[in-house]
């Protein structure tokens, strides 16, 4: 994709754009930001896109927990993020962004609305690269992370079934930037 074309709306809401700088002045260390703790399954949250200025941590980070959540919760959520792609013009969210409090992503999708990605365990990924991220609440300041354009995942689905995808492009770029929002720990 050119640079300064839209890759897609972002694993976190953001807007995605090729063609960073090594040398940009906003590039982020995200191993630095502090951590908060996502309290509960689902919280009151809605659209609140991430910013950088923190990354989720949570009690609910492993298979077990992402494959027990209720059918009425996962609904709840995909409700949110469907509004939520709907109002800012973007393709993707993450759990946190609609209050869920899993590793996950909302992907949009044009013959179901969107696809829910849930606990995903990276299993290979191609080289990274930098990406100019934008927040679409607040577009004036892009922030360049490093991240794949190809991944491919273990989750479990919206049906709660473990299901394993090569996802490319700007739903790549989500789920990457998914990860970096999350601490660590969600993926080992």
């Known amino acids: 994709m050119p640079a300064g074309n839209v890759a897609g709306g972002g694993a976190l809401g953001a807007v995605l754009l ?3 700088s090594m040398f940009d002045k906003n ?16 919280s009151e949250t809605s659209c609140d896109f991430f910013n ?7 009690e609910f980070c492993n298979v077990f927990a992402a494959s027990r959540v209720t059918s009425t ?13 709907s109002t800012h013009e973007v393709e993707c969210v ?3 962004e609609v209050g869920l409090g899993l590793p996950s992503v909302f992907l949009a999708d044009a013959v179901h609305g969107a696809k829910v990605v849930v606990g995903p365990r990276f299993v290979t990924s191609d080289e990274p690269t930098l990406v100019r991220v934008l927040n679409p609440l607040d577009a004036t300041a892009p922030t360049t992370v490093e ?5 491919s995942v273990e ?34």
Request: glycine share 6%; with cysteine; hydrophobic share 45%.
């Open 94 to 96: 993450i759990g946190p």
């Open 27 to 42: 590039q982020v260390n995200v191993s630095t930001l502090p951590v908060v703790e996502m309290q509960g399954i689902l």
């Open 147 to 151: 991240l794949n354009s190809t991944v």
């Open 73 to 85: 919760t996962m609904r709840e959520a995909l409700t949110r993020a469907l509004a939520c792609m």
């Open 18 to 20: 090729y063609g960073a």
């Open 155 to 188: 989750f479990v689905d919206e049906s709660r079934h473990v299901q394993t995808a090569t996802f490319n492009g700007s739903d790549a770029l989500c789920l990457s930037l998914m990860r970096i929002s999350f601490v660590e720990t969600c993926f080992v």
């Open 52 to 58: 950088f200025s923190k990354r989720y941590g949570s």
